[in-house]
T-cell receptor, first 113, second 110 residues
Framework: NAGVTQTPKFQVLKTGQSMTLQCAQD?????MSWYRQDPGMGLRLIHY???????DQGEVPNGYNVSRSTTEDFPLRLLSAAPSQTSVYFC????????????FGQGTRLTVV | GNSVTQMEGPVTLSEEAFLTINCTYT??????LFWYVQYPGEGLQLLLK?????DKGSNKGFEATYRKETTSFHLEKGSVQVSDSAVYFC?????????FGSGTKLNVKP
């Protein structure tokens, strides 16, 4: 059982480049989300989705786009990378039911130079 | 709004020492509370959870009790091991949205 799979694990971008971070889950979870983890700040919610075709902004959405065309996949797009987007990105999924745990991917370490 | 405050680290303990990591929260509605653990280079793993007031979550010798009156969910372990060295995150969940504390790094020395 793979759980939540993120690719790539590491990425270096130049300022202004674009890229997509991939996230896939095989647990048939309705709810998926993207977080960024920065030193001393915990995890902050970027975007989330409550099901295919439905997405919404989290706490720090600027500079990121998402779409949810299938239940399994929830890619995160950086349209024009900036050094401030250097971070570790985590994708998570959970059933659409309060009180249940979120399952996290292994993370993508992104450096923008 | 929703937020979590947890004690800053790093916390350095000797093996078999008692551990407490403080966590307090503010929330709208009725949150569920979680502790997650992150080992180096890995994602977050659920350690324990509690979904209503006075519930006690426990796992691997760790415990935390959901205290609504003090809006707290402190993590405790009676005897830590070197293998417990990791970063610990307190989190609350409301309508599937998670709000995390800043994390507390625990170092356990032999």
């Amino acid at each position: 059982n793979a759980g939540v799979t993120q690719t790539p694990k590491f990425q270096v971008l130049k300022t202004g480049q674009s890229m997509t971070l991939q996230c896939a889950q095989d647990m048939n979870h309705e709810y998926m989300s993207w977080y960024r983890q920065d030193p001393g700040m915990g995890l902050r919610l970027i975007h989330y989705s409550v099901g295919a075709g439905i997405t919404d902004q989290g706490e720090v959405p600027n500079g990121y786009n998402v779409s949810r065309s299938t239940t399994e996949d929830f890619p995160l797009r950086l349209l024009s990378a900036a050094p401030s987007q250097t971070s570790v990105y985590f994708c998570a999924s959970s059933p659409h039911q309060g009180g249940t745990e979120a399952f996290f991917g292994q993370g993508t370490r992104l450096t923008v130079v | 709004g929703n937020s979590v405050t947890q004690m800053e680290g790093p916390v350095t303990l000797s093996e078999e020492a008692f551990l407490t990591i403080n966590c307090t929260y503010t929330a709208t509605g009725y949150p569920s509370l979680f502790w997650y653990v992150q080992y180096p280079g890995e994602g977050l793993q659920l350690l324990l959870k509690a979904t209503k007031a006075d519930d006690k979550g426990s796992n691997k010798g760790f415990e935390a009790t959901y205290r609504k009156e003090t809006t707290s969910f402190h993590l405790e372990k009676g005897s830590v091991q070197v293998s417990d060295s990791a970063v610990y995150f307190c989190a609350l969940e409301v309508f599937n949205k998670f709000y995390f504390g800043s994390g507390t790094k625990l170092n356990v020395k032999p």
